[in-house]
């Protein structure tokens, strides 16, 4: 009964392949979220989704593209993966489908930690 | 723009000693949420606690103490006889509510804590 899963834990890929993240929350939540950590374990936002529909994209590559085919699933997509994509892929989700409940806290998958060689 | 600052990269005490971790923030939101994460050496992160901006008063929860001050924009976080298993990178973070910052929460770049047995 995983709240927040993602799929693969591990990925280890070569430099110009194109790869992919997937991302189930069982909640019910109406957002979803990607964050970066880096090396330094430095968190930062990349994208959160409401309902299906994008909200932010804090100024990410075009490279990654992440795709909502429901509320439950928020998955990312790579091209052309560079050195320096390496890090750990958090993806969250929340449920601020109100002005009462907008801050509700996150709740964050098991993480997926890619290395590009 | 947010800013959650979390001056002390590192802290290291003896087991059942006091730590208090420091957290202080910018925003110009007038309704904020402030958050603290803990991210144990398996890499899971672990919702603590959500404090909203019209609510000062200080919380405790077993060992785990809060101390919001608006007045000085921080939100401190202090563990009572610390334990091994204590041991994590702690990160604070905030939540506003104008220009998207609803739908992200801004880390602090984490204090890590080892506690010594």
């Known amino acids: 009964d995983t709240a927040v899963s993602q799929t693969p834990k591990y990925l280890v890929t070569q430099m110009g392949n194109d790869k992919s993240i997937k991302c189930e929350q069982n909640l019910g939540h109406d957002t979803m979220y990607w964050y970066k950590q880096d090396s330094k374990k430095f968190l930062k936002i990349m994208f959160s989704?409401?309902?299906?529909?994008?909200?932010i994209n804090e100024t990410v590559p075009n490279r990654f593209s992440p795709k909502s085919p429901d509320k439950a699933h928020l998955n990312l997509h790579i091209n052309s993966l560079e050195l320096g994509d390496s890090a750990v892929y958090f993806c969250a989700s929340s449920h601020p489908s109100s002005s009462a409940s907008l801050y509700n806290e996150q709740f964050f998958g098991p993480g997926t930690r890619l290395t590009v060689l | 723009a947010q800013k959650v600052t979390q001056a002390q990269t590192e802290i290291s005490v003896v087991e059942k000693e006091d730590v208090t971790l420091d957290c202080v923030y910018e925003?110009?939101?007038?309704?904020?949420?402030l958050f603290w994460y803990k991210q144990p050496p398996s890499g899971e992160l672990v919702f603590l606690i959500r404090?909203?901006?019209?609510?000062?008063q200080n919380e405790i929860s077993g060992r785990y103490s809060w101390n919001f001050q608006k007045s000085t924009s921080s939100f401190n976080f202090t563990i009572t006889a610390s334990q091994v298993v204590d041991s994590a990178v702690y990160f604070c973070?905030?939540?506003?509510?104008?220009?998207?910052?609803?739908?992200?929460?801004?880390f602090g770049k984490g204090t890590l804590l080892t506690v010594n047995p």
């Open positions: 989704y409401n309902n299906k529909e994008l909200i």
């Open positions: 404090r909203n901006s019209f609510d000062e």
């Open positions: 973070a905030l939540s506003g509510n104008s220009g998207g910052s609803n739908y992200k929460l801004t």
């Open positions: 925003t110009r939101d007038t309704t904020y949420y």
